[in-house]
T-cell receptor, first 113, second 117 residues
């Protein structure tokens, strides 16, 4: 079983739609969780952290469910510019000095006009 | 401020040839990572440096891959000899003080795309 699993998609949605991605992780000791965005043929960039209480940044909402070991990313009012691959990232080590960031394979979103 | 700089951006070689990639991290970032990204997959860690020390190289195929960060700043990743399966994007990333695992602030370069024929 992979340490971090995502549905690769692609998710094809119309502009204005709400779309949600899930990601599951296998290590119950994982402490830190993030979503990265990667545009086609570009480098990954941090989109947002995922906090236990959930967090929101504009149209983006990230949530963590420790009991079920999954995190989610919700995008409201999708824009054409949201088209990208969204990478789920988990620190499986638990602390800053000994942890390791593991990337999921990514979920591809295509927003259509 | 300059980001993480990598070169070359693209490299095409024949199998069994050697290849080297260079990375210059963001100024002041003492932690440097090399990742490999295959098409349709997420980045996979090859090696992590804290200053000049390789603190995690468990995923580096040491029979053909080597890396160095002699002065704790820029780094090179070498493959010798290259195999067909090495075709991928090699990403370098840096972070401040190893905090990326808590903050998620890992800054990537644009990557070096390798094609092995």
């Amino acid at each position: 079983r992979k340490e971090v699993e995502q549905d690769p998609g692609p998710f094809n949605v119309p502009e204005g739609a709400t779309v949600a991605f899930n990601c599951t992780y296998s290590n119950s000791a994982s402490q830190s969780f993030f979503w990265y965005r990667q545009d086609c043929r570009k480098e990954p960039k941090l989109l947002m952290s995922v906090y236990s209480s959930g967090n929101e940044d504009g149209r983006f909402t990230a949530q963590l469910n420790r009991a079920s070991q999954y995190i989610s990313l919700l995008i409201r009012d999708s824009k054409l510019s949201d088209s990208a691959t969204y990478l789920c990232v988990v620190n499986i080590g638990g602390s800053s000095n000994t942890g390791k960031l593991i990337f999921g394979q990514g979920t591809t979103l295509q927003v259509k006009p | 401020e300059a980001g993480v700089v990598q070169s070359p951006r693209y490299k095409i070689i024949e199998k069994k040839q050697p290849v080297a990639f260079w990375c210059n991290p963001i100024s002041g970032h003492n932690t440097l990572y090399w990742y490999l990204q295959n098409l349709g997959q997420g980045p996979e860690l090859l090696i992590r440096y804290e200053n000049e020390e390789a603190v995690d190289d468990s995923q580096l195929p040491k029979d053909r891959f080597s890396a160095e960060r002699l002065k704790g700043v820029d780094s090179t990743l070498k493959i010798q000899p290259a195999e067909l399966g090495d075709s991928a994007v090699y990403l370098c990333a840096s972070s401040l003080g190893g905090l990326a695992e808590n903050t998620g602030e890992l800054f990537f370069g644009e990557g070096s795309r390798l094609t092995v024929l």
